[in-house]
C-alpha cells in the first residue's frame, strides 16, 4: 500500500516543479514511510510515498515499463501479478526486471492499452504516463477500495490517493461546494462524484480516464450486473466456500507478515477460521470495544479466538480517548466523515500498526450477501406491497390521521416506494431539516433523490432487496465503508485488505436469488451457511452489531456536552448553519426528550473538519 499524487501542466510556471512535488507528497507521508520517489518532465510530474509490502528491495516507484516508454505510479495490491506477469513473458515477450506487482501494470499497459485495468484483480489506483504522446491514463478498482481524487484548475490536472496533497500546489482553490455540505449532511458521508471541495472529483469506481490534449475522459471498464442463475441451495453454499476460501489465500500474499481485524461477526469470523485451518503459524488478531456496558463486543472475538488458539490483541477506548481522535480522523478522512464507527477503526488500526503491516479485514459480504437488518421487509410488508401503489396511498391518507404511531408509520412507509425513502444504511436526516439547518448563504436545491436516482433507475423492476443492495454497492460501500477503511488504516502505514471484496467472489455473489440472500429476518442466507461449515452456530447466525459507538451516552455528561456545544458557538459554525436550532436539538437530547445524537455528531463532525482544512490549514 502506497500513496502517489502529481499533476500534468504546460508551459514554464514559476515554481520548481519538483519542489512543490515533494511538499505534496509529505502531506501524504503517513501513505508510505518507508521510501519516495520522484518523475518529472516538462508535462508530467509524479510523486510516490511507498510502504514495502511485496518485493522489498525492488518495487520502488515510479517503475518504467522496459522500453522506457511508460512510468507507472500505483497504491494498492495486485493479487493475480504472478500469472499476469507469466501471460506477457511468454505470450507478449516482455521483459521484466523486479518482482513487484506495480511492474505488471506498466507492462500490462504496453500490450493492453485502455483495456489494462480489467485485466487485474485487486485493489488498485494508479497513473500511467506515455513520456512519447504525453498522455495519462489511470484507473480505480472494482469496487472502489482504493481512493483516487483529480481536479483540473486552470491548464493544471491535478491527481492524486489523498485530496490533501493538493493543498500545497498553487493552482489548487479551496472553496466549499455547497450542494456537497448538503448530501454530507443527509447521508453522513460525501455521495457525490464532486467532492466538497469545488472542482475536486472522485474517479468512480470500475472506471479508467485518459488525459490527451488538456481532454479529461472517463469510462466504464466495468459496472456490477447481477446474473441470479436458478442454481441449487446446497451448490450456490459450496460455490461461495470455495472462491471465498480462494480468495482470502490471494489475499495473504505478501512479503511482510499479515495481522487481522476480528469482530466477533460472521465475516470477520469465517475469514479467521479459514486461516487457522491453512496457517501454520497463528495470525495476529485485533479487536476494539468500549468501557461501557452494551457497547462492548470485544469478549465475542476473543472467545472465537480462544478456540481456533490464535493470538488476539484488544484496544478499549474511553469517551477521552474518543473525543480526543476527532480531529485527526477528520483530517485523515479528506471529506466530512460522519460515521461513528470511525474513531475505533482509528485505533484498530494503531493497535495492529504496532505489530504489523497488513491486516485482513471483513469489509463487503454485507453489500454482496445481503446483510443489513434494513433489507428484512415483515412478511406482512412484503404482502402488504403488492396492493396497488393507489390504494396504499389511500390507505395512509386516511389511517395516518390516526393516533396509534406504531400503525400510523406502518401504513405511510409502505404506501411509499423503496426509491423515496431508501438512501443506504445511514440517513441522517431529510431535505427539510437539512435546509432549515444550513444558512441561506450556503443553500442547496439538490435533494438525495438527485444522488439515488441514477442508480434506482439501472435496477428498475427488481425487488426491493435488489434494489437497496444496489444502491449500497455503488454509494455507501465506496463513499463510506471503504472511505474509512483506507483512511483510518493509512492513517497509521497499515495496508487494510478486504478479500470479500474480490471481483471473483462477486461472480459469485451476482448469482444469487433474493431468497439465497434473505429469508424471513434471515440476513446473508447462504453466506452464513456456508461460513456454518467453518465456525460454530453461535456466531456463524450472530445479527450484526458493528462498532456501537456509545456517543449519545457520553454527550448528556456536562463536560463532552460543552465540547459540543463548544463547536456549535464558533463563529464559522454561525457562518454555515442556524446554531440555535443546533443548541436546541443537543438541549432536547440532553434532557431525554429526542434522541438526536447522529444530527449533533453530523453537524460536529463537519465543524472539525473545517476547522482542520479551513482554519488551522
Not at 223 to 233: I, Q
Not at 575 to 604: C, P, Q, W
Amino acid at each position: 500500500m502506497c500513496g502517489f499524487t502529481g499533476f500534468f501542466e504546460t508551459g514554464s510556471p514559476s515554481y520548481d516543479r519538483k519542489e512543490i512535488a515533494k511538499k505534496m507528497a509529505d502531506t501524504i507521508i503517513h501513505r508510505g514511510p518507508d521510501s519516495d520517489g520522484m518523475f518529472s518532465d516538462e508535462y508530467v510530474t509524479l510523486a510516490f510515498r511507498r510502504l514495502s509490502i511485496i518485493d522489498l528491495a525492488g518495487g520502488d516507484q515510479p517503475i518504467f515499463s522496459d522500453d522506457g516508454r511508460y512510468v507507472v505510479v500505483f497504491n494498492g495490491e495486485i493479487y493475480n501479478y504472478k500469472e499476469l506477469r507469466k501471460e506477457l513473458t511468454e505470450k507478449y515477450g516482455r521483459r521484466f526486471s523486479t518482482n513487484s506487482d506495480t511492474e505488471s501494470i506498466v507492462e500490462a499497459y504496453s500490450v493492453f492499452g485502455e483495456e489494462t485495468a480489467s485485466h487485474l484483480r485487486g485493489m488498485f489506483a494508479f497513473v500511467i504516463y506515455d513520456t512519447v504522446l504525453h498522455t495519462l491514463y489511470g484507473a480505480r478498482d472494482y469496487f472502489g477500495i482504493k481512493p483516487f481524487y483529480y481536479g483540473i484548475f486552470g491548464d493544471t490536472f491535478l491527481f492524486g490517493s489523498e485530496i490533501k496533497s493538493f493543498l500545497p500546489h498553487p493552482a489548487f482553490k479551496k472553496e466549499l461546494n455547497d450542494d456537497a455540505l448538503k448530501m454530507y449532511l443527509e447521508f453522513q458521508y460525501s455521495p457525490m462524484k464532486e467532492c466538497i471541495f469545488k472542482n475536486v472529483f472522485k474517479l468512480t469506481q470500475g472506471h479508467y480516464f485518459t488525459y490527451k490534449n488538456g481532454v479529461f475522459e472517463e469510462k466504464a471498464y466495468f459496472t456490477p450486473e447481477l446474473d441470479p442463475k436458478n442454481r441449487g441451495y446446497e451448490e450456490t453454499v459450496k460455490l461461495i466456500d470455495e472462491t471465498v476460501k480462494s480468495s482470502v489465500e490471494y489475499h495473504r500474499i505478501s512479503d511482510v507478515e499479515v495481522g487481522f481485524f476480528l469482530s466477533g461477526g460472521v465475516d470477520s469470523s469465517y475469514m479467521a477460521s479459514l486461516i487457522s485451518e491453512t496457517k501454520t503459524e497463528p495470525m495476529k488478531t485485533y479487536s476494539v470495544g468500549f468501557r461501557i456496558d452494551g457497547f462492548d463486543e470485544t469478549n465475542l472475538a476473543h472467545g472465537l479466538c480462544e478456540i481456533l488458539k490464535v493470538p488476539h490483541r484488544i484496544k478499549e477506548i474511553d469517551p477521552d480517548d474518543f473525543f480526543n481522535a476527532l480531529p485527526m480522523v477528520q483530517y485523515h478522512s479528506d471529506e466530512p466523515h460522519a460515521n461513528l464507527s470511525a474513531v475505533p477503526l482509528y485505533y484498530l488500526a494503531s493497535l495492529a500498526s504496532e505489530d504489523v503491516k497488513v491486516v485482513l479485514s471483513g469489509e463487503g459480504a454485507d453489500e454482496f450477501f445481503g446483510g443489513y437488518d434494513w433489507y428484512i421487509q415483515s412478511g406482512f410488508s412484503r404482502v402488504y406491497k403488492k396492493l396497488p401503489q393507489g390504494l396504499r396511498n389511500v390507505f395512509a391518507k386516511t389511517l395516518g390521521k390516526i393516533p396509534q404511531k406504531h400503525i400510523k408509520r406502518f401504513f405511510t412507509d409502505n404506501a411509499k416506494r423503496v426509491e423515496d425513502t431508501y438512501v443506504g444504511q445511514a440517513f441522517i436526516m431529510d431535505d427539510a431539516l437539512a435546509d432549515r439547518l444550513i444558512n441561506k448563504s450556503h443553500a442547496s436545491k439538490m435533494t438525495f433523490r438527485d444522488v439515488t436516482a441514477p442508480y434506482y433507475e439501472k435496477v428498475k423492476g427488481c425487488d426491493d432487496l435488489t434494489k437497496k443492495m444496489y444502491l449500497d454497492m455503488n454509494l455507501w460501500l465506496p463513499g463510506d465503508i471503504l472511505l474509512k477503511a483506507d483512511k483510518m488504516s493509512m492513517a497509521h502505514s497499515l495496508e487494510a485488505r478486504v478479500p470479500y471484496l474480490d471481483i471473483k467472489v462477486w461472480d459469485v455473489a451476482r448469482t444469487l436469488t433474493s431468497a439465497q440472500k434473505m429469508k424471513g429476518r434471515h440476513t446473508k442466507r447462504a453466506f452464513r451457511t456456508a461460513a456454518n461449515r467453518h465456525i460454530p452456530e453461535e456466531w456463524a447466525n450472530r445479527k450484526k452489531a458493528g462498532f456501537m459507538v456509545p456517543f449519545r451516552v457520553w454527550i448528556k455528561e456536562d463536560r463532552f456536552r460543552s465540547k459540543v456545544e463548544g463547536y456549535f458557538n464558533k463563529d464559522y459554525a454561525k457562518e454555515f448553519f442556524d446554531t440555535e436550532l443546533l443548541k436546541t436539538m443537543l438541549e432536547e437530547h440532553v434532557s431525554g426528550k429526542k434522541n438526536n445524537a447522529r444530527v449533533i455528531y453530523t453537524v460536529l463532525s463537519f465543524l472539525i473538519w473545517y476547522e482542520q482544512y479551513f482554519v488551522l490549514r
